[in-house]
């Protein structure tokens, strides 16, 4: 059993770090065909079926497209829609764990085997995906991701945004449900600071 | 209903990655915590919550 590691080991922890969170931030279009190939190689490795692939622009896309499948109907009802966030993958929003399996995979003395590299790809190429019996559905990343002080953040939009427009209002790392309800409650908050300024110097 | 396998990134997660043996023999409470308390953590997985939330 490995019950320490060496300073020359430790001194790698920051660049694992550093790579997967630009992994998961990572606002590139989905390579296809190596998000494709990865998750085939899953697929082979759990001796499930080879699948076919369908892609969304977003999550909430590809949410419906999972629920419609899973129903075998187009119809489906947004309780069906919402159970599809339990059963999702999230892709390269995983690269946190996959940053550690990573470093103790390829920096300590332990037996590796392919499925890491296999989870490594996947976490590269692909956003959020479903999983069926012969079919997978798979999403795109984001095209945009605002920060401030490390939380999601933007005043004048999405916070994360998707290419087909949807996405995450949020202030602080707070979610709103539009545009209008968030800048409603900046503004509410100004007019508050604002009052609260009058009446310490009146 | 059509047959929906489980998160299948979790599967790996646990009943692969850490329990086939590939990694038993790392005690994982060496440094785990450098990686599960860093920003590439909390970042991450505050985006996939607040997606989560979202998807409805």
Known sequence: MITSITKEQEAKIPQYLEEYLAIGLSTTPCDRPRAEAAIRASYSYLKYDEPEFVWADSPYAGAKLAAQYAAGRKDVTPEEIAAQKEKASFGSFEAYWVSFYAFVAEQ???????????????????????????????????????????????????????????GIFALYGKAYASLLEMTIQKEVEAAN?????????? | ?????????????????????VYVDYDSKVDSNIFYTSDCDNQLRRIKIAIAKEIK
């Open chain 1, 108 to 166: 300590l003395p332990v037996q590796k085997d392919e499925l890491i590299d296999i989870v490594k790809e996947i976490v590269k190429h692909c956003g959020v995906y479903w999983t069926f019996d012969g079919r997978v559905v798979c999403t795109e990343k984001p095209v945009a991701i605002h920060f401030k002080d490390k939380k999601l953040h933007n005043p004048n939009g999405l916070a994360l945004e998707y290419k087909d427009g949807s």
């Open chain 1, 193 to 202: 600071t604002d009052g609260r300024r009058s009446r310490e110097s009146a």
């Open chain 2, 1 to 21: 209903m059509r047959k929906q396998y489980s998160v299948m990134l979790h599967v790996f997660r646990i009943e692969h990655l850490f329990s086939r043996g």
